[in-house]
């Protein structure tokens, strides 16, 4: 990893990939380590969530990937020190699970056709 940084809410890393070789080879995944079938799930198209009641899955460093259904988007919501954040997915939380220190930066998507493809 060249650099790994935090801007605003959003953590990212970059890799120096100067061979066009591997460029063309490289597939973007994400971890799944908890499936026998499907250790890895293979990121497609991203799609937007607008409604809902849709099902939507996060994989987490700590808590690995769990799913659910949106219960409001574009909500605001404080953490025990009152700090304000806004444009947040609500969940039900006993259906799915609330994130573990160390899961920032981890995917939110939906499955697609199969269970090894998903959607941003």
């Not at 790994?4 to 973007?28: A, E, P, V």
């Not at 079938?37 to 937007?48: R, T, V």
Request: glycine share 10%.
């Amino acid at each position: 990893m060249v650099v790994s940084d935090k801007i605003d809410r959003y953590d990212f890393g970059l890799i120096n990939i100067t061979d066009s070789t591997y460029l063309k080879s490289m597939t973007t995944f994400i971890k799944n380590t908890d499936s026998k079938s499907h250790p890895e799930l293979i990121m497609g198209d991203g799609i937007e969530v607008t409604s809902y009641g849709s099902h939507a899955c996060k994989s987490g460093w700590r808590s690995h990937v769990t799913c659910g259904y949106i219960k409001g988007l574009g909500t605001i919501t404080t953490d025990s020190k009152g700090r304000a954040f806004k444009d947040h997915i609500y969940y039900n939380k006993s259906a799915f699970q609330i994130s573990c220190a160390g899961d920032s930066g981890g995917s939110v998507y939906s499955y697609l056709q199969d269970l090894k493809t998903v959607g941003l």
